[in-house]
């Protein structure tokens, strides 16, 4: 049963170390033991896990109430991880036997641990450790020979394996069977010998194996990268967000000296549990790419010269003015990346439309560039995505359209498979190729590559010819939905996508019996041709099934990079301003900024490339963002880049597009710099400063704030801080985003 | 007092296995009695004998049959354990080898009474022919119409399949059997409290009626003759019904199996299976290896029967009755009893998986002849910290025997480690009998099961 959103707990009355308290019926006494501050030690028992029960740590002492107000204990200790809270439950975690009990049990799983704390990486940070200063014996009465086993065995190029110094808790084993998915881990052998390892001692090939090394509550799975390079004790960490994807993973940041060492997940229930993938906790250290831009640059004699911050601001800005006031506002044109944070995005479209008077700005390297604004999604709202990341557990169906959900969105997928695992959520898949997420789906669709507008077209169709009467009335427009899809019937579907009318039926009957549906839509929607009636018609289908204004159900196209959502909250585009503003509504703006602004909409990223070809846009600006590499068109960005008359490419490393540049300036990585991103759920998260910066770089919003000082003469914003204040200013949403709200969590803009 | 022959009374009688003969001698009236009664009634007459579950713990059969919903919402399994692993155990290798039909005709009336759609005889793997021989009464009892669709024209449908096991001791643990009989590892589930019960939520997550073979043996005799019959054989004990079987084993004339009334004493027990060979008595262990040993001098007036073993100190078990005279030596006994349970262990669990290794080890050093007296303290504390603490009863079973034998010959542990040798060490008997000494092949390092990793290891360079 998907788990409802809103649900009230039951309560029961329980009783732990002699204080009552009310706890939800159900929940594990190891957590309601947190709730009076007693201390219960754990190995195997993992908050997002199943618990098992395995390791014996948490033995407590428990009893129930009997009818006549006596309490009956029970003769042996109980294992408070598995034991679920009911009525008249009294538990005691401090009795002289339960301490002889835990020192019992770290006197077994000691002796045969190589005790090599002193080169242990877990050293300092080890829950064995910790629990055996408190709870341990201080001597082992063993004097056998110990158990001897390989000690350093790479599963993969992550993951290293020290067996001696498991304890066999088996949450590694546990991870991949439940959370994963990939069943990679499985215990060998039996009894003292029991060994976690790959089946068939074959590589660890997970995607989210990361997760193992932290989850392992001794030195046994080390990782890779990090062994040997730092201790806990001097190491410096730093909570931030991971910027791989839109997910927008909690992270915390750890650096020795000023040098990342690793990435660790930082909990957090809304997005990311306490889980990573591998792409973010192993990613490239950016920082110390050895092709950093280091200082502003100018292209002198046909090299990149270094010069100061002043020469290169006076170069953009007299080059820049010099080509508006020749060729008009649209002789210039600036391309934002979606790297770049919330304030980065607003001070950038700022420059562009305060301080140059052009609306020539994008962010947008997908093949679908039309309309964002509300009218498109009607009456869905703003163009984004409706659900947030626990709706997955509260809905009844996950249709994945579009998308290699493990790729594109691996947070998304692991809550996805939970959801169907813990759940028993149902997904639909929808995908030219076998993907991960097929192996929980009920039914995969799979068609012909392009197809997607005849599928989406196909499912129309089927539902509204499914769905009970009852159910459709007072679906604006239906008539003229039924009419746009009525030649798609499933002959011409599977002419068009391969996808047999049978299955095509199963898929809609699927859709048309669930109660809510959350429709997650990717990269195949992005880059479809004909995106805007994809779009449209997925809208339909979302409309038609009644979930455009259920909760727990809705239509979510999710941004493929890190701050997607956020560049089109901020106005990153040619024909809207911040907060889903037409050009129409500049008024407000216009007050707040202090200045009249440009009325002509601009020119979306494509046909931005195509006026530099031309030579009507002599001016580019381009900031964190590689469209040389990145754009779906490569050649044409290439081919506009090498002709502009003058590139100014803002960014942390020299990319491919940097080396076209005419102006390098050095823009701080994502770690050296403080900001927020959104995510795709619409969740503002902040990042914090964990590392300093490397050369002469700064922060994108202070490059901006810069210039636009230099443009406008006004007092520029001196920290994101500020920008975030006039962000809320401007988008009312964002007003509830400002950095005093945000916390460690972050905080979901609503819909208004 | 002699055997009280009930469900080894014809099973001398050749080719009692197949279905002609053991229906001659009134085989099946039970089933057919049993579908003529309304399934609670069936359940009933199961309350009434006071039949208790054989397989050791001795929990009232009636309570688990009783257990099962009355609907079927969700399909409902029986389940035979004939994973007998116990050492000193082959009751249930007598009973499916010889009187398969007993069985099946068990399962058959389980299934009837617990509504249930299918049965699974769970039969340990080292028990091929046991396997053939029930396989085939399976087969036999399909073409008399008395398993398939419509039993015996009462529109009752019920299948029943033979499992074999993998070997593993551990597997003869309810929850672990249902976990192996799922292709899962042979590991231990959690149990209530913890979760529900198997006959709400067990195999499959269905309920499911778990029995050992000899309790769903004993059902047609119960059917047959009627629950009140049943009760009163051995009613002379506090409350255990009925008759019980036990493997003699160890230093007696003629081991073997002897079906007895409860309250029969212990020593007449003895007296059946020839009496003590060798010398005079020792110990007895009356339950097999996992229950604590009794010394000859509490022999002479221990009842069989749950309560009254129980007062002794150790308890009925499976029935795997080991005897040992007076040349045998404790120490040693102690240690292959340990070395089992080492080797049995299935290592889910830290106390059974650290706590029964360590026990070898030490038992180990103290036969090499390098124990130190706080090694009897320590051996007892190691008990302690596994009794009670474990996932399963593995645990449990693991520590009784070796605290048992250290409280009731304490004065041999200290003679071994003091002498350097056991106190028998001397005697021709002893060392006649005395098994190979595994003990000095073995080296304490023998768990490096590290073979294949360092192959792997090897091949990645």
Same mark, same amino acid.
């Given at each position: 049963m998907p788990r409802p959103k809103h649900a009230e707990p039951k309560l029961v009355n329980i009783e732990i170390n002699g204080i009552a308290l009310q706890v939800p019926e159900g929940e594990y006494l190891v957590d309601a033991a947190k709730r009076v501050e007693a201390d219960v030690p754990v190995f195997c028992y993992h908050k997002y896990m199943e618990a098992v029960g395995m390791c014996r740590m948490c033995l407590v002492d428990v009893g129930y109430k009997q009818p006549d107000g006596s309490v009956r204990k029970m003769p042996k200790p109980q294992a408070s991880c598995t034991l679920p809270c009911s009525e008249g439950m009294v538990a005691w975690t401090e009795t002289e036997q339960i301490i002889k009990d835990r020192k019992a049990v770290l006197e077994f799983l000691l002796i045969n641990h190589p005790l090599d704390c002193p080169i242990c990486d877990r050293g300092g940070e080890c829950p064995l450790q910790n629990n055996t200063q408190f709870y341990g014996p201080s001597t082992s009465r063993y004097i056998e020979i110990k158990r001897h086993l390989p000690k350093s065995l790479p599963l993969s190029d992550h993951v290293m394996l020290d067996l001696e110094r498991c304890i066999q808790c088996g949450r590694c084993v546990r991870f991949t069977?439940?959370?994963?998915?990939?069943?990679?881990?499985?215990?060998?052998?039996?009894?003292?010998?029991?060994?976690?390892?790959?089946?068939?001692?074959?590589?660890?090939?997970?995607?989210?194996?990361?997760?193992?090394?932290?989850?392992?509550?001794?030195?046994?799975?080390t990782s890779r990268r990090y062994r040997f390079r730092a201790r806990p004790w001097d190491i410096v960490t730093q909570k931030t967000i991971c910027t791989g994807c839109s997910n927008g993973c909690n992270i915390y940041l750890d650096s020795r000296g000023g040098e990342m060492v690793r990435i660790n997940a930082r909990e957090n229930p809304q997005v990311n549990e306490t889980w990573t993938c591998d792409k973010g906790k192993f990613q490239p250290n950016i920082m110390r790419a050895p092709n950093r831009i280091q200082q502003p640059m100018i292209r002198k004699d046909g090299a990149l010269q270094p010069v100061e911050w002043h020469e290169a601001y006076a170069l953009i800005l007299e080059r820049f003015q010099d080509e508006r006031d020749k060729g008009g506002v649209n002789a210039v044109a600036g391309f934002a990346g979606q790297r770049m944070t919330n304030e980065d995005l607003y001070l950038f479209q700022k420059l562009f439309r305060a301080g140059f008077g052009s609306n020539n700005i994008d962010h947008r390297l997908t093949r679908y560039q039309g309309d964002l604004n509300k009218d498109l999604y009607t009456p869905l709202g703003t163009f984004a995505p409706q659900n947030e990341m626990r709706d997955l557990e509260a809905t009844s169906l996950i249709f994945i359209f579009g998308s290699d959900l493990i790729d594109e969105q691996p947070m998304v997928y692991l809550r996805a498979r939970k959801a169907w695992h813990r759940f028993g959520v149902k997904a639909l898949v929808a995908y030219p190729v076998p993907t991960e997420a097929e192996h929980f789906a009920e039914n995969a669709l799979r068609y012909q590559p392009g197809s997607e507008l005849a599928l989406a077209s196909g499912l129309l169709r089927a539902l509204l010819g499914l769905l009970p009467a009852e159910k459709l009335d007072g679906i604006e427009g239906l008539e003229k939905i039924r009419d746009s899809v009525a030649s798609c019937d499933p002959g011409w579907v599977e002419a068009q996508t391969g996808v047999a009318p049978g299955v095509l039926e199963r898929a809609a009957r699927m859709i048309a019996d669930s109660p809510s549906m959350m429709l997650l839509a990717g990269e195949k929607v992005w880059n479809h041709r004909e995106a805007q009636t994809l779009i449209h018609m997925l809208t339909q289908i979302t409309r038609v099934t009644g979930n455009a204004d259920k909760e727990e159900g809705g239509l979510n196209l999710m941004p493929l990079a890190a701050n997607g959502q956020g560049a089109i909250d901020m106005g990153a585009l040619p024909n809207q301003l911040p907060g889903y503003r037409s050009l129409a509504e500049k008024a407000s703006l216009e007050a707040v900024w202090g200045c009249t602004l440009p009325t002509e909409p601009g020119l979306a990223s494509d046909a931005m490339f195509q006026a530099c070809l031309e030579s009507s846009v002599k001016c580019l600006y381009i900031a964190g963002a590689n469209p040389v590499a990145e754009h779906y068109d490569p050649t044409l960005a290439a081919r506009a880049v090498q002709s502009v008359e003058f590139l100014v490419v803002q960014d942390v490393l020299m990319t491919e597009t940097a080396q076209y540049a005419d102006v390098a300036l050095p823009a701080c990585a994502f770690a050296e710099r403080e900001g927020t991103y959104t995510n795709f759920e619409r969740r503002a998260q902040r990042t914090w400063q964990a590392v300093p910066p490397t050369g002469e770089a700064k922060p994108d919003w202070r490059i901006f704030s810069e210039l636009l000082l230099r443009l406008t003469q006004q007092t520029p914003a001196f920290n994101p801080r500020e920008v975030m204040k006039e962000v809320g200013q401007v988008f009312p949403a964002y007003a509830a985003c400002a950095y005093d709200h945000l916390k460690d969590q972050g905080v979901r803009w609503q819909q208004g | 007092m002699a055997e009280y022959k009930l469900l080894t009374q014809h099973i001398d009688v050749p080719d009692f296995y197949q279905m002609q003969v053991y229906e001659s001698l009134g085989g099946y009236l039970g089933l057919k009695k049993a579908v003529e009664m309304e399934r609670q009634e069936v359940i009933d007459e199961i309350k009434k004998s006071g039949l208790r579950g054989r397989g050791g713990a001795g929990f009232p059969a009636w309570i688990k049959w009783n257990g099962i919903p009355k609907d079927t919402s969700k399909p409902h399994y029986v389940i035979c354990n004939s994973d007998e692993g116990e050492p000193g155990t082959f009751k249930d290798w007598e009973l499916m080898h010889k009187a398969p039909h007993q069985?099946?005709?068990?399962?058959?009336?389980?299934?009837?009474?617990?509504?249930?759609?299918?049965?699974?005889?769970?039969?340990?793997?080292?028990?091929?022919?046991?396997?053939?021989?029930?396989?085939?009464?399976?087969?036999?009892?399909?073409?008399?119409?008395?398993?398939?669709?419509?039993? =015996?024209?009462?529109?009752?449908?019920?299948?029943?399949? *033979?499992?074999? $096991? #993998?070997?593993?001791?551990?597997?003869?643990?309810? !929850?672990?059997?249902m976990s192996s009989l799922m292709g899962e590892r042979g590991q231990p589930r959690l149990k209530f409290p913890h979760a529900p019960l198997p006959t709400i939520a067990g195999v499959w997550n269905c309920p499911t009626l778990i029995n050992n073979c000899e309790t769903l043996s004993v059902a047609p005799h119960v059917i047959n003759n009627g629950g009140e019959w049943y009760a009163q054989?051995?009613?002379?004990?506090?409350?255990?019904?009925?008759?019980?079987?036990?493997?003699?084993?160890?230093?007696?004339?003629?081991?073997?199996?002897?079906?007895?009334?409860?309250?029969?004493? =212990?020593?007449?027990?003895?007296?059946?299976?020839?009496? *003590?060979?060798? $010398? #005079?008595?020792?110990?007895?262990?009356?339950?097999? !290896?996992?229950?604590?040993?009794?010394?000859?001098?509490?022999?002479?007036?221990?009842?069989?029967?749950?309560?009254?073993?129980?007062?002794?100190?150790?308890?009925?078990?499976?029935?795997?009755?080991?005897?040992?005279?007076?040349?045998?030596?404790?120490?040693?006994?102690?240690?292959r009893t340990a070395e089992f349970y080492a080797h049995e262990s299935c290592g889910k669990c830290t106390p059974c998986r650290e706590g029964t290794r360590w026990m070898v080890q030490i038992l180990e050093r103290i036969l090499q002849g390098k124990g130190r007296p706080e090694d009897i303290e320590l051996l007892l504390e190691v008990c302690d910290q596994i009794d009670g603490r474990s996932f399963c009863a593995l645990g449990d079973a693991a520590a009784w025997p070796v605290r048992g034998m250290i409280k009731q010959f304490r004065n041999e542990f200290e003679y071994f480690i003091e002498h350097g040798k056991s106190i028998v060490a001397d005697r021709p008997e002893w060392q006649r009998m005395a098994p190979p000494k595994h003990y000095e092949r073995y080296n304490p390092m023998r768990y490096d099961y590290t073979y294949g990793i360092e192959r792997a290891l090897a091949g990645k360079g």
């Open positions: 069977e439940e959370v994963s998915g990939d069943a990679q881990l499985a215990f060998l052998f039996r009894g003292a010998q029991t060994q976690p390892h790959t089946f068939q001692l074959t590589e660890f090939n997970s995607r989210f194996s990361g997760n193992v090394i932290e989850i392992c509550p001794v030195g046994a799975l | 069985l099946v005709e068990g399962m058959i009336i389980a299934g009837y009474a617990t509504l249930a759609k299918a049965g699974y005889i769970y039969i340990r793997g080292e028990y091929v022919e046991c396997a053939q021989r029930v396989r085939h009464a399976i087969d036999q009892a399909y073409e008399a119409g008395y398993l398939g669709k419509n039993i =015996l024209g009462k529109g009752f449908d019920y299948d029943l399949y *033979v499992h074999m $096991g #993998a070997g593993s001791y551990e597997c003869g643990e309810e !929850s672990a059997l054989i051995g009613a002379s004990t506090k409350n255990s019904r009925g008759t019980k079987l036990f493997s003699v084993s160890g230093h007696v004339n003629k081991p073997g199996n002897y079906e007895i009334e409860f309250g029969t004493s =212990l020593m007449e027990l003895i007296e059946l299976a020839g009496g *003590v060979s060798g $010398g #005079a008595l020792k110990a007895i262990i009356p339950g097999g !290896s996992s229950m604590p040993i009794l010394p000859a001098d509490q022999c002479q007036d221990a009842i069989l029967g749950y309560e009254e073993l129980m007062e002794k100190g150790t308890m009925v078990g499976s029935g795997g009755c080991m005897v040992l005279n007076e040349h045998s030596c404790i120490v040693t006994f102690a240690w």
